[in-house]
C-alpha cells in the first residue's frame, strides 16, 4: 500500500542555516504530494504542494520539488527562523471516491536557536 | 475567520465513560475527518465524510462512531472509553475529497484513566 517516509528528528539548527527535511514515498499511482506544519499547540497548516512530476512547490520560503524517478519529495528552506520551529508532515493523495486516501509521514520536529 | 472549531479542547474520562467531540467548519466544505495522533505514529484517519449525508470508516474506527449532523459539523463519540484511546484529536475539513488540501481545526487532547 502507500506509504511515506521521512527523516527521523528531531531536527536541531541555528538560524540561518540551511533545512533539507527528506520524504521519500510508495505509492501505486500518481500520487499528489504534500508537506504540512504542525506550530506548537495548533492543527496542521498546508505548507506546500504538488500535483505531477517535476512541479516545484513553494511557500514561505521553502521549496519540495516532485521526483518521480526517486519517489521523493524533500522540504528545502536556504535560511530557516526560530519561527520555523515546529513539526514537519509529507503526505501523499491517491485516489478517488471509496478508494480515495490520504497517507501522512509519521513527523520530523524541527528546532531553531537564535 | 474561526475555520474549523473543536470542542472541548481538553478533557479527562474515567475508562468506560462515553463523550462526544464535537467540530464544525464554516468554509462551506464538503468533506470533513477525523484523525487521532499519537507521538511516533503520525496522524492516522479514524472516520471521514466525503459528502453530507455519507461517513466512512478510516484507517482505525474501532471504538468510535461518527455524526455528519449537518455540512458544517461533523462530530465523533467514544462509547466506551479506553486507555488506549488517549490521544491527542483532529477534527479537518476539505472543499471536496482527495484534494489532500485539508484544514485543521485546533485539536482536543483527550486523556483516558
Known amino acids: 500500500g502507500d506509504s511515506v517516509t521521512q527523516m527521523e528528528g528531531p531536527v536541531t539548527l541555528s538560524e540561518e542555516a540551511f533545512l533539507t527535511i527528506n520524504c521519500t514515498y510508495t505509492?501505486?499511482?500518481?500520487?499528489?504530494l504534500f508537506w504540512y506544519v504542525q506550530y506548537p499547540g495548533e492543527g496542521l497548516q498546508l505548507l506546500l504542494k504538488a500535483t505531477k512530476a517535476d512541479d516545484k512547490g513553494s511557500n514561505k520560503g521553502f521549496e519540495a520539488t516532485y521526483r518521480k524517478e526517486t519517489t521523493s519529495f524533500h522540504l528545502e528552506k536556504g535560511s530557516v527562523q526560530v519561527s520555523d520551529s515546529a513539526v514537519y508532515f509529507c503526505a501523499l493523495s491517491e485516489g478517488g471516491g471509496s478508494n480515495y486516501k490520504l497517507t501522512f509521514g509519521k513527523g520530523t520536529l524541527l528546532t531553531v536557536n537564535p | 475567520n474561526a475555520g474549523v472549531t473543536q470542542t472541548p479542547k481538553f478533557q479527562v474520562l474515567k475508562t468506560g465513560q462515553s463523550m462526544t467531540l464535537q467540530c464544525a467548519q464554516d468554509?462551506?466544505?464538503?468533506?470533513m475527518y477525523w484523525y487521532r495522533q499519537d507521538p511516533g505514529m503520525g496522524l492516522r484517519l479514524i472516520y471521514y465524510s466525503a459528502s453530507e449525508g455519507t461517513t466512512d470508516k478510516g484507517e482505525v474506527p474501532n471504538g468510535y462512531n461518527v455524526s455528519r449532523l449537518n455540512k458544517r459539523e461533523f462530530s465523533l463519540r467514544l462509547e466506551s472509553a479506553a486507555p488506549s484511546q488517549t490521544s491527542v484529536y483532529f477534527c479537518?475539513?476539505?472543499?471536496?475529497?482527495?484534494?489532500?488540501?485539508?484544514?485543521f481545526g485546533e485539536g482536543s487532547r483527550l486523556t483516558v484513566l
Open positions: 468554509m462551506n466544505h464538503n468533506s
Open positions: 505509492a501505486t499511482g500518481y500520487p499528489s
Open positions: 479537518a475539513s476539505s472543499q471536496r475529497l482527495a484534494t489532500g488540501e485539508l484544514f
